[in-house]
C-alpha cells in the first residue's frame, strides 16, 4: 500500500474523531506521504535503469533521472503528463504503447521484453522492459511501472556471435556450414515452386602460387578483394560464399541464361589489379542435372576444373557442352 492510500484508509477508520484531532491526523499522514515521495524521487534519481511510472492514460506521472536524460530532458519533471509519441519516434512509440495495451487493460504484466529504442549518437540501441500495472484498493488498474535495463552491448555481442558462425571470417561472406544451411533451403522451395536455379562454382588460377611466393598476407588481401567484387555483382536474391581456400559459389534462382550473364560480367571484369593476375575458372551447373544441391555443388566443381584445363574458356556447363 502507498502512502497516500495509507492516508486515505487511515482517516476513513477515524470517523468520530474532533476537528482538532482529525487535523493532527491528516498533519501526520500527509508528512508520511511526503516522505514516501522523498524516498522514491532519490531513487529515481540516483538508478541508472529507465524506471517510469504512468497513467491509465499512458501518461508519464514520475520516471528516473536516466530515463529523463535518454528522451532528451533535463529533469524528469519534464516529462509529467507526456506520453511515448511526445518522446519517441512514432515506428517506436507505437510498439511501446502497443506492448502496454495487457498492461492496462487487462492488468496482465509485462516481463523482460525487448524493446528498441535510439541512443543519443542516433545508434539503435535495446533495453529489456518490465512491466507491472498498478491497482487502485478497488482492483482497478490505475496505471503501470516500467523498469527497462540496457541491453545493447549484450544483443550486440549475440549478433557478433551470429554472424560469425554464419561467416567467413577473412571475407565475410557465408562460409560452408552456412551455405548448406540456408542453400537446402533455398532448394527445397525453389523444388515446390517448380522454379529453375544454377549453381556457379568459381577458382582463381594460380592463387597458389602467387600465395605462396608473395604471401599470406597479399593472398589474404587478394581473396578479400575477390569477395568484394563477387558482391558487387551478385543479386540479393544470390547466396554467396566461400567453401575453402580460394573456392567460391553462387547459388541463384533463374535459368541458364541469368547464370551465364553473370559469369561472362564476372569475367569480364575480373581484370583488376588487386587479383595480381589471377583469372577466374567458372563451372556451372543447372538444377535440371542435380537431385539435390550436394550433387549439383559436385557438378559446378567438375565444370570448373574442367574450364580450368581448358586453354580457350574460363567457363563451362555441366555436362560440359561449351556456352
Given at each position: 500500500m502507498t502512502g497516500l492510500q495509507h492516508w486515505s484508509t487511515s482517516l476513513n477508520a477515524y470517523p468520530s474523531l474532533d476537528l482538532d484531532q482529525q487535523s493532527t491526523k491528516l498533519d501526520a499522514l500527509f508528512k508520511q506521504a511526503l516522505q514516501y515521495k522523498s524516498v522514491l524521487e532519490t531513487l529515481l534519481s540516483i538508478t541508472d535503469d529507465f524506471v517510469y511510472i504512468k497513467d491509465a492514460q499512458h501518461k508519464f506521472m514520475f520516471a528516473s533521472d536516466a530515463f529523463a536524460r535518454l528522451t532528451g530532458h533535463e529533469q524528469w519533471r519534464e516529462l509529467q503528463g507526456k506520453d511515448d509519441f511526445d518522446i519517441f519516434p512514432k515506428e517506436h512509440a507505437e510498439l511501446y504503447f502497443e506492448h502496454e495495451q495487457d498492461v492496462i487493460n487487462k492488468g496482465i504484466s509485462l516481463a523482460q521484453h525487448e524493446e528498441p529504442y535510439y541512443l543519443p549518437s542516433g545508434e539503435l540501441g535495446w533495453v529489456s522492459s518490465t512491466k507491472n500495472p498498478v491497482f487502485d484498493d478497488k482492483g482497478k488498474v490505475i496505471g503501470l511501472?516500467?523498469?527497462?535495463?540496457?541491453?545493447?552491448?549484450?544483443?550486440?555481442?549475440?549478433?557478433?556471435?551470429?554472424?560469425?558462425?554464419?561467416?567467413?571470417?577473412?571475407?565475410?561472406?557465408?562460409?560452408?556450414?552456412?551455405?548448406?544451411?540456408?542453400?537446402?533451403?533455398?532448394?527445397?522451395?525453389?523444388?515446390?515452386?517448380?522454379?529453375?536455379?544454377?549453381?556457379l562454382?568459381?577458382?582463381?588460377?594460380?592463387?597458389?602460387?602467387?600465395?605462396?611466393r608473395l604471401g599470406h598476407q597479399v593472398g589474404d588481401k587478394i581473396l578479400c578483394s575477390f569477395a568484394s567484387f563477387l558482391k558487387e555483382e551478385c543479386r540479393d536474391s544470390d547466396l554467396l560464399a566461400r567453401l575453402g581456400g580460394d573456392e567460391f559459389v553462387i547459388?541463384?534462382?533463374?535459368?541458364?541464361?541469368?547464370?551465364?550473364?553473370?559469369?561472362?560480367?564476372?569475367?569480364?571484369?575480373?581484370?583488376?589489379?588487386?587479383?595480381?593476375?589471377?583469372?577466374?575458372?567458372?563451372?556451372?551447373?543447372?538444377?535440371?542435372n542435380a537431385e539435390n544441391l550436394a550433387e549439383l555443388v559436385k557438378h559446378a566443381d567438375d565444370a570448373m576444373y574442367k574450364a580450368k584445363r581448358s586453354k580457350s574458356q574460363q567457363y563451362c556447363f555441366y555436362p560440359f557442352l561449351r556456352a
Open positions: 511501472i516500467g523498469i527497462s535495463k540496457d541491453i545493447t552491448q549484450i544483443k550486440r555481442h549475440q549478433e557478433l556471435i551470429a554472424h560469425q558462425a554464419t561467416h567467413d571470417c577473412l571475407t565475410d561472406v557465408y562460409n560452408r556450414k552456412a551455405f548448406y544451411d540456408f542453400g537446402e533451403t533455398m532448394w527445397a522451395k525453389l523444388q515446390r515452386d517448380k522454379a529453375e536455379s544454377t549453381l562454382f568459381l577458382d582463381l588460377n594460380e592463387f597458389k602460387q602467387v600465395n605462396d547459388y541463384m534462382g533463374g535459368d541458364k541464361d541469368a547464370a551465364l550473364s553473370l559469369a561472362r560480367r564476372l569475367i569480364s571484369a575480373s581484370h583488376k589489379e588487386e587479383l595480381l593476375g589471377c583469372a577466374i575458372s567458372i563451372g556451372i551447373a543447372h538444377s535440371s
